[in-house]
């Protein structure tokens, strides 16, 4: 059989951005099948920004990461051996397959997949991507029909579901994002109601303009300024569901509280942080209704495929460099 090609982790890039040195290319046997595993080999992976966070071993929700141990990461491959009952040869699977060509797993560890034309979106709007776009804005943001939703990095994976999602629900929808060309899709195809480029707008005059103390829900992926900016024009009872910090992955630290928490008092509102895994038994539930939308037209997403098993640490750093343009995937070669 061939060898398999891995990505380590071979650096803590804390307080910096992704370096070259971060990561180190081995070659190495693949492995003989143990009882109750399967050997998958991966197709497509998909990247999101806490990959760096884990790399840092920063915040307690996932396992440390070790130096020397293969880069974490999900992905979706095709079973070439198994040795687990609920899988045979062929079947297309998801789950963390980290970045190598390869990847002996135990069966529990992942989930099949059905092989249509929704297959890649099992890493974006069907798979973690949507579901915490599903559940941060249901479970914590609790949108009522004629709300003011205002979600920053709508553009990205999650916040352009958070969008649709709301839309569905019968809100008003405000993304933040950055450039032209994406704030013009988000009107344009997503269905935003309004976008403001943080990069060329005055984001906190904008949000003035549009929703004047009327933010009946914040959906956060930025935090920062950014965040700052939303609390300052909350509503009463307002909702602040807290699902992401890109801002803060550069400086590799958690930034100091927002100049004006004290908004929340004056609101009566409240703020919640959530990781997705705390829905798994509703997953399923979830996907299937998320489908549904897709299917239906109500839901549209953006993928973002790079090529090339060479190519994975630097798809990585696009995330950081606002390159990507919807889910980022890479499919191997």
């Not at 090609?5 to 071979?10: E, P, S, Y």
């Not at 040195?21 to 081995?26: C, G, P, R, T």
């Not at 491959?77 to 002996?104: C, N, T």
């Not at 649709?164 to 629900?169: C, H, K, L, V, Y």
Request: glycine share 12%; charged share 25%.
């Amino acid at each position: 059989m061939t060898d398999n090609r891995q990505w380590l982790i071979n650096g803590r890039p804390r307080g910096r951005g992704l370096v070259d040195d971060d990561f180190k290319k081995v070659v190495t046997p693949v492995p003989e099948v143990a009882e109750g595993h399967v050997l998958v080999k991966n197709e497509v992976l998909g990247f999101d920004p806490a990959l760096k966070g884990w790399m840092e071993n920063i915040g307690g929700y996932v396992a440390p990461t070790e130096i020397g141990e293969v880069m974490r990461g999900s992905g979706i491959g095709e079973v070439i051996e198994s040795r687990h009952p609920d899988f045979a040869k062929g079947d297309k699977v998801m789950g963390m397959l980290r970045w190598q060509d390869y990847a002996h797993i135990d069966g529990r560890e992942i989930q099949k997949i059905e092989n249509d034309d929704l297959l890649t979106a099992n890493l974006g709007a069907l798979g973690t991507t949507g579901l915490t776009a599903y559940f941060g804005l249901l479970k914590h943001g609790r949108p009522q029909p004629g709300d003011t939703v205002v979600v920053s990095g709508a553009a990205g994976a999650t916040g352009s579901m958070v969008g649709q999602i709301a839309r569905i629900a019968g809100c008003r929808t405000i993304g933040i994002a950055g450039g032209e060309e994406k704030c013009a899709w988000l009107t344009g195809d997503v269905g935003y109601d309004h976008a403001i480029d943080y990069k060329n707008d005055d984001v906190r005059a904008k949000l003035k303009e549009l929703c004047n103390q009327s933010i009946n829900v914040f959906y956060d992926n930025v935090g920062g300024k950014i965040l700052n900016d939303a609390l300052a024009h909350i509503a009463m009872n307002a909702r602040v569901a807290i699902c992401g910090g890109i801002s803060r992955y550069e400086t590799g630290n958690l930034p100091a509280g927002p100049e004006n928490y004290f908004n929340l008092i004056f609101k009566r509102a409240s703020m919640s942080g959530f990781i997705v895994s705390d829905y798994a038994s509703e997953f399923p539930a979830a996907r299937e209704r998320i489908r549904q939308w897709i299917k239906e037209g109500k839901i549209t997403y953006k993928e973002d495929i790079q090529e090339g098993f060479d190519n994975i640490p630097e798809t990585l750093k696009r995330l950081f460099a606002g390159q990507n343009f919807g889910k980022q995937m890479l499919r191997l070669d």
